[in-house]
């Protein structure tokens, strides 16, 4: 499982970055536990350097990984940051989560 986010989001939040080894608890839409899950690996790079193996992870296929994360994830990013009068480029760093499921156990 991954996750992906803009590092200029936490700048601007003044939060900060995601920290490896951090666990979440995974709740249904009644607030059921459904899965705890660790955050394992946490990086920053640039758009146009996501790999194919991360854009699977994060978009859940590997039929065109890549193709499909950057159409998804360019049209978020893109537009909030023409929200806030900034430009995207293919430079625009990206948050990547990399995360394992812990409970329940995954056979």
């Known amino acids: 499982m991954a996750i992906s986010g803009l590092y200029i989001w936490y700048k601007e939040a003044n939060v900060a970055l995601p920290m490896k080894g951090t666990k979440l608890i995974v709740t249904d839409f009644n607030g059921k536990a459904r899965a705890i899950i ?3 690996k946490v990086d920053t790079i640039p758009f146009n350097m996501i790999s194919t193996a991360y854009a699977a992870l994060d978009m859940g296929t590997n039929i065109q990984p890549l193709e499909k994360w950057k159409k998804a994830h360019w049209e978020i990013f893109a537009n909030s940051l023409e929200q806030n009068g900034q430009k995207a480029t293919d430079e625009i760093l990206v ?3 990399w995360f394992e ?3 329940p156990k995954q056979d």
Do not use: A
């Open 38 to 40: 660790e955050r394992k």
């Open 95 to 97: 948050v990547c989560e």
């Open 101 to 103: 499921t812990i409970w």
